[in-house]
């Protein structure tokens, strides 16, 4: 499923939004697993790069502390 989200979203929207175009290689979900988010539901999809995967995960990981 993730494959063919990316396929259908193949740039980054984080990196969008700033004007950029950078591949996305993560279907990141918008609402994290840990925080009820749906596991299997494209709308809580995002396609992302790992920069930009990883600083929303360093996001969510300091929003639990």
């Not at 995002?46 to 502390?65: D, F, V, W």
């Amino acid at each position: 499923m993730h494959a063919a989200f990316l396929r259908q979203h193949p740039v980054c929207c984080a990196c969008g939004q700033r004007g950029r175009v950078v591949p996305a290689v993560v279907a990141d979900h918008v609402t994290p697993l840990k925080d009820g988010g749906a596991r299997f539901d494209t709308g809580n999809l995002q396609a992302l790069c790992i920069s930009c995967h990883n600083l929303e995960t360093e996001r969510e990981t300091a929003g639990r502390r």
